[in-house]
């Protein structure tokens, strides 16, 4: 039986927002320019437009690509929800699980791998927006708390980079809990002395905000990334008032004391590789991260 029944004309869907996913052909048309670009020369430019800086999604494989010297070692990778709810809105839970993972080959919304940033051994967690829009359920909670046990345990440093658009409601109060649990991990790496960057990428929103996203010891965001609890709409109904010019965005969070950085994608493994030597080699790091079973569980 479905949660909810729908006896009014469902809300009309808010106008078609400009692609920012890379589209299929031989060539794209930017959303930021409007000029045609290669697709071929878009992706070797880590899919930010030449012309304009523009900067389109990527997925995570793509992510880890990018901030990984070469392989990886992923983990939990079969992690998959159980549906605890049964939950059905429109579409059954369970239904949406499988054409995510049928579209994106992955089990659940993100991969955390263990590899290296520049000869540094690091763990990366990084979030998929194509798996049910990133949303943070039991298993992207569950993998991170899980990554950044790993990271404390081989004594390196963790980057999680978001792409969520928060908390996964077809599990109800148990994403709920998940920020909780990945904050209490994040907070015996701090203990243990480990570093965490946060990279927060278009868009990171609700629950991923209102919890590990902003507590990086650097939290450092793409340009014009959207990031923010609410959405605009939603706050502009509540508080009755006009909101100003680039509200929500990088820059506009960046000026009023929220984020630390906001790096241009094609300098972000620079910028990562420098705030973790900066942060200096932990003592006892293990190359690469070589823990088979995480403690405590
Ligand atoms: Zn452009």
Redesign the pocket.
Known sequence: MAWFKKTRKPMAAPAKEKASRVPEGLWVK??????A?YNKDLAANFNV??????HFRLNATERLRMLFDGTWTEYDKDLVSTDPLVFTDTKPYKARLKAGIESTGMKDAVIVAAGSIDRIPTVVASMEYGFIGGSMGVVVGEKIARGIERAIAGRTPIVIVCCSGGARMMEGALSLMQMAKVCAALARLDRAGLPFISVLTDPTTGGVTASFAMLGDVNIAEPKALIGFAGPRVIEQTIRQKLPEGFQRSEFLLDHGMLDMVVDRRELKDVITRLLRFAGRPAGAIAPVAVEAVPGS
């Not at 930017?30 to 000029?35: L, Y």
């Not at 437009?49 to 523009?54: A, I, M, Q, S, V």
């Open positions: 930017c959303p930021g320019c409007a000029q670009i437009c030449p012309k304009c800086g523009h």
